[in-house]
């Protein structure tokens, strides 16, 4: 169905020799003229494929209804015409007008806009609700006719940004309790007790500032991080404690280890002394079926202790360690069967 539109409002941005205008547009106005083509499906597309569980968090994040729940970005575009029709842009009034065609499956036929930046939030858009459509309106910055040269200039652009610090993104969720779910809260907080409690053997070497070159010697609070909601997350066994002993059993394992292969532990030459090392620790305790029937739902540090005589003897300086063939995942089942093994050996005496 064709119907003539008309934005009010709009302003002209000038980027050097490129003419732009900018304007703001209700949610259904913007499903109504957009769509989102893709590089190598279509002419005029530059986009990259679509993610689609990236469009439905954007969703979730729409619905949520909280009071600072906004979009911050603009959306970027290129505004066309099907034949016959034309977008028609008065300086004087700031109003621009069109024929647009409602139905998506024949939005090319009339005027429409080609959405570069936001295509996650417009797919995002069109599985709202006209209700909680009502609740957002946004900024569009659109050329007009531009070539495919140009609109990829801009495209490639938006790769080159500085990305933010993902250690910057964890303290400032920690500092407003925004985390986006309860497993990077846990495992985030977690770290900072690894690297604050008197008794851990991480204690001061775990790195949690924006300064992408991290101290010799010092551990990235990101490297961690995949691990540590992996230890706290649906798939872990630890998943049936509160948040609260999670942290304690992770500081407890580590202070267990530390102690029990004291000699080794903390040097740079040694396994215990490595990333490798503290990950496989992470590992181990997320699924090791052996540790947990050894700790019995007792995550206590005396717990731990008692556990972690059974893995006395393992050998940590593997070969595979030394040249990468053995990662903590490997290492941990490893470490899992010898402690296997030690306690089958216990039940024969």
């Known amino acids: 169905m064709i119907r003539t539109i008309e934005i009010p409002g709009v302003s002209v941005m000038k980027q050097g020799e490129q003419v732009l205008l900018v304007f703001v547009v209700p949610a259904q106005v913007l499903v109504e003229i957009g769509i989102a083509l893709r590089f190598e499906e279509h002419p005029l597309g530059v986009n990259r494929q679509l993610i689609v569980n990236r469009a439905k968090e954007i969703l979730a994040h729409m619905k949520a209804g909280k009071p600072n729940t906004f979009m911050r970005d603009p959306i970027q575009g290129c505004l066309y015409a099907g034949d016959g029709h034309e977008w028609r842009f008065d300086p004087k009034s700031g109003v621009l007008s069109g024929e647009v065609e409602t139905d998506p499956d024949n939005r090319l036929d009339a005027c429409y806009l080609v959405i570069d930046d936001g295509q996650h939030r417009f797919a995002a858009l069109e599985m709202l609700s006209g209700d909680n459509r009502q609740r957002w309106s946004f900024t569009v910055i659109a050329g007009k006719d531009m070539s495919l040269e140009e609109r990829i200039e801009l495209f490639i652009q938006g790769e080159k940004r500085q990305r933010v610090a993902p250690r910057l993104i964890l303290q400032q969720q920690d500092a407003t309790n925004t985390f986006p779910n309860e497993a990077t809260c846990t495992a985030y907080r977690a770290a900072k007790s690894l690297n604050s409690e008197g008794g851990s053997p991480l204690k001061g070497r775990i790195y949690f500032e924006q ?59 040694k396994t215990l002394g490595k990333h490798v090392g503290y990950l496989t620790l992470i590992t181990l305790i997320a699924h090791s079926g052996n540790l947990h029937s050894l700790l019995n739902g007792d995550l206590s540090l005396e717990s731990f202790k008692r556990a972690m005589e059974f893995a006395k003897g393992f050998k940590w300086e593997q070969q595979g360690v030394k040249d990468g063939s053995i990662n903590h995942n490997r290492l941990a089942v490893m470490l899992d069967e010898h402690i296997g093994l030690a306690i089958a050996n216990s039940q024969k005496k």
């Not at 992996?230 to 407890?252: D, F, H």
């Not at 394992?253 to 040097?267: L, N, P, V």
């Open 211 to 269: 300064n992408p070159k991290v101290p010799k010697g010092m551990i990235s609070v990101s490297s961690m991080m995949g691990q540590l909601k992996y230890a706290v997350g649906r798939s872990s066994r630890l998943i049936p404690y509160t948040s609260n002993q999670q942290k304690q059993a992770l500081l407890n394992i580590f202070i267990a280890a530390s102690q029990q292969w004291a000699s080794q532990w903390g040097r740079e030459e």
